[in-house]
């Protein structure tokens, strides 16, 4: 009679995925309070997020706990650089605003090149956490993976721009939003970009069993359309 309340069932299933999502963010807001950490819990909500991509189910304490460990040293670093490197442009930014004719225009430039880390910070944690390599190899992974598929990038960063946009238009409704991105919004929108990123990453990291037996499958099916065509 309360077969619904089961694991195994399509309910229990829906509440374990909600049950993930709400810890993983929870995790990772802590870890947003010491602030220097912030780029080893961005890479345990990924490490979480991918995994629950491509295995269906987890669990996010130990699985946010071990990102968060084994991304903690050049997470924290790539965090802080980006940060130094975002003030900086910023700064030059509204220094260049105020300056007269042709300087004027080098803010277009400085924006271009804003654009570009934005982008590159945003592939850049979750290339951390699904592939091996130094720092270079990562990040040229990450320009690949970012201009590889441009579709792909817009609707990632679509994901990171307009939920932030709509939490700031209605002061009103601040309250309500604080607490959605407290209880689930950067869970969320990294579940959903696991999702975009996992099509391409899936080809370059090693197949599951599940994977391989699909594959198969397929393969002998094509095999007998043709011996029958």
Not at 4 to 26: E, H, M, Q, V, Y
Not at 35 to 47: F, K
């Amino acid at each position: 009679m309360l077969r619904f309340l089961d694991n195994d069932s399509p309910f229990g299933r829906i509440c374990g995925f909600l049950g993930t999502l709400i810890a993983a963010n929870l995790m990772f807001v802590v870890s947003l309070i010491p602030v220097i950490t912030a780029g080893a819990g961005l890479c345990g909500l990924y490490y979480t997020m991918l995994k629950l991509v491509r295995y269906k189910e987890v669990n996010p304490f130990e699985t946010f706990w071990q990102g968060f460990r084994d991304n903690f040293k050049r997470a924290t670093l790539t965090a802080l650089g980006i940060a130094v490197l975002g003030v900086i442009l910023v700064l030059d930014l509204r220094i260049s605003a105020q300056m007269p004719g042709l300087l004027h225009y080098y803010t277009t430039v400085l924006y271009g090149v804003l654009i570009v880390v934005a982008v590159l910070a945003i592939y850049l944690f979750p290339v951390m956490v699904a592939f091996e390599g130094n720092m270079r190899e990562l990040l040229k992974l990450s320009v690949y993976f970012a201009g590889g598929n441009l579709p792909e990038t817009l609707m990632i960063a679509v994901l990171y721009v307009v939920p932030m946009l709509l939490t700031y238009s209605n002061r009103a409704m601040l309250p309500l939003a604080a607490f959605l991105w407290c209880l689930c919004g950067f869970a969320v929108i990294a579940f959903c970009s696991s999702m975009i990123l996992m099509r391409r990453f899936r080809r370059h990291l090693e197949p599951l069993a599940h994977e391989v037996q699909a594959a198969n499958e397929r393969k002998i099916l094509e095999e007998m359309r043709r011996l029958d065509g």
